[in-house]
Every structure is written in structure tokens, then in C-alpha cells.
């Protein structure tokens, strides 16, 4: 009985000096005087991106979804590349013969290279006797204008900034693009400071005009955004790379009715180093259209598929075929080319590189399948138009 009584007592006594230290412990993790014990990795503002990112980026509130992150961190990514273009034109007072600058439009560009090489639209200075280029940073600088391609709708203007503050934007490939996927528009809508709106690519090989009246092919649909003021502004990937130019909208208000398009980026990659170097497009050409890369795929083709012939030119003159409807409706597949010069040829993107080789007025042989038929034709190269 007595080693009951004592056992008994022992485990009373060792319940109540438990107690006391578990209460002493509860109190002090809720005491205000108490210190966090929250590690990094713990935090909920901390995440692996925001520890690898830049010093400027502020935490994002757990609320968010990693989506909603995600977009958040394009922005601020890219909006330092991104530019509002404003344009004037001098007019003399009739009377006072005084000069005046007229406020002319404005625009978005983005930043090409530490140069000060800024993209735009063409029709964004077009008829401008004077730009200037505001950066993400507020400061703005005079601009020249350095080269120009109406028949792309593109230009590139010149400013003075500092390297330091020039952000080059990262360049992706509009070649791969598929319906369906997401984009962003970075641009100063209305002169609206760094507007930023999403959508998805909802077609691909559109057609539009350039101001000159020149097709442009192979425009990309979105159904983000674009309003006035977007133009020349950057249309982006998720991965905040440039995939196109936003250049055009169709609505008869003139506001976004749910339909951009942009100038794919390969286009911009082939042309503003010309722009740069001459002032204007300046490669040999064979004169013809060229079908995307998902078109000629899902036909189960190879090479470079003619869609267009131009009037004049060395292709026309050369015998080459373009794709076309017959009076039935029927497709009618045009010239696939396959090499030139011996020079193989897979797509319409190696084509412009290979014909980067050579200047107007070389003769060049071009290797085409037509019918189904392995066919070579000789073609002298024309120069830029």
C-alpha cells in the first residue's frame, strides 16, 4: 500500500511540474517581447525569386497566386525598357513670322541596345520634324532619327542617355509562336505612364497595311489591349521576352475592340541592324512572301513556302509560283524552296540568313520543289524596294 500511496504521488508531482513549464513555455511564444524565431524560407513574403531578383523588387503579399506573381514580375522586368514618344512639328507664324512647335503624337518604343538605339513605330514619327524619348526613369531625351522602313512600319531613333540607364529588352523568336498562348503589352496608352495588359494570341499570319499602302504578312492577333499611344510599344511572352511590335488595332472608335496586331519579332530582328547601318532596309531580295513555320508544318512540307509573288520582281521574273486559290476555292500550293546555292534551306527564317550572303544583281541558283518535283531555277537577286 505504501508503494502504491508513494507512486501515486510521484506522477501527481510530475504532472504539475510539467504543466508549469509547458504554460511558461505557451506564454512566452505569444509574449509581444519575444523574438521571431521565422527563418527565411519560412517567411511568406520571401521566395526563391525574390531572393534571386533585383535589389528593386519588393516582396509580394502571400495573398497573390503564383500567376498574379508571375505577371507582377514581368512588368517590373521589362517596364525599364519601355519608352513614351512623344513628336512636334515647327510651323513659322504667318504674321509674326515666329517659330512654333505643334505637339504633333505620341507613342511607345522600347530599348534595343546601350547604344540609345530606340524601336518604334514609323507612323508614330512620321511627318515629325522633332522626337523626344522618355525612359522608365522619367528622363527624357532629344532624338534622331536614325533609320527608317515604312513598308514595315519601323524605325529606330538615336538618343544620348547614359549606358547606365538604357535596359536593352531581351529578344525571343516569333517563329515558334502558337495560338493560344499568353501576351503582354507594355506601352503609354492616351499618355498614360506605363500601362501594362494581358491576352493571349488568338491567330497568326494576319495581314495588314503599313502606312505606304505595303502589306505587311504574317502579323501577329492578340486580344490584348492596345489603344493609342500603345503603338511601337513591346508585345511579350511570359518569359518577358519580345515576340512583336504593336502597331495596329481594329475598332472604328479608334479604342480597343479586343483585336491588336503586332510585327513579329523576326522581322524586327532582320531589319533594325540594316536600319541602323544604312537607314533603311537595304538586303537582296528575291521578292516574294514566305509562309510561317507552323503553316508549312502542319502541311507536312519542307523549305520555305511561297505565298506571295511581287510584281517585277526577281522571283517573277525568274518563273517562281506562289500559293493561291483556284476558282473552286481550292488551295493551290505555290514554290517550296529547298537551297540556295547548294545551301540547304528549312525554313523561311534560314532563307533571309542565306541570302544575307550575298548583294543585289548576284545570280543565285534556288533549289525549289514544285508538284512534288525537285526543280532548280536561276533568280537575279533585286535590291531593297
Known sequence: ?????????????????????????????????????????????????????????????????????????????????????????????????????????????????????????????????????????????????????????????????????????????????????????????????????????????????????TPIRDVIQSDAAINPGNSGGPLLNSSGELIGVNTAIYSPSGASAGIGFSIPVDVVKWAVPDLIQYGKINRPTLGIELANAQSVQRLGLRGALITHVAEGSAAERAGLQPTFRDRNGRIRLGDAIIAINGDKVASSNELILILEKYKAGDNVKVKIIREEKEQEVTVRLDGSR
Open 1 to 213: 500500500m505504501r508503494s502504491t500511496s508513494f507512486l501515486r504521488f510521484f506522477l501527481w508531482a510530475a504532472l504539475l511540474v510539467g504543466g508549469f513549464f509547458i504554460g511558461t513555455a505557451w506564454n512566452n511564444k505569444f509574449s509581444p517581447d519575444a523574438a521571431p524565431q521565422t527563418s527565411a524560407d519560412e517567411n511568406p513574403y520571401n521566395n526563391n525569386e525574390d531572393r534571386q531578383g533585383t535589389a528593386t523588387q519588393s516582396p509580394l503579399p502571400p495573398r497573390l497566386n503564383e500567376s498574379e506573381k508571375a505577371t507582377i514580375r514581368l512588368f517590373e522586368n521589362s517596364a525599364p525598357s519601355v519608352a513614351f514618344i512623344t513628336t512636334t512639328r515647327i510651323r513659322q507664324d504667318y504674321w509674326t513670322r515666329n517659330v512654333m512647335e505643334i505637339p504633333q503624337g505620341s507613342g511607345s518604343g522600347f530599348v534595343w541596345d546601350k547604344d540609345g538605339n530606340v524601336i518604334t513605330n514609323y507612323h508614330v514619327i512620321q511627318g515629325a520634324d522633332k522626337a523626344q524619348v522618355t525612359l522608365a526613369d522619367r528622363t527624357t531625351w532629344e532624338a534622331t532619327l536614325v533609320g527608317a522602313a515604312p513598308e514595315k512600319d519601323l524605325a529606330v531613333l538615336k538618343i544620348s542617355a547614359p549606358k547606365s540607364a538604357l535596359r536593352p529588352i531581351p529578344v525571343g523568336s516569333s517563329d515558334n509562336l502558337l495560338v493560344g498562348q499568353s501576351v503582354y503589352a507594355i506601352g503609354n496608352p492616351f499618355g498614360l505612364d506605363q500601362t501594362l495588359t494581358t491576352g493571349i494570341i488568338s491567330a497568326l499570319g494576319r495581314e495588314i497595311k503599313a502606312g505606304d499602302g
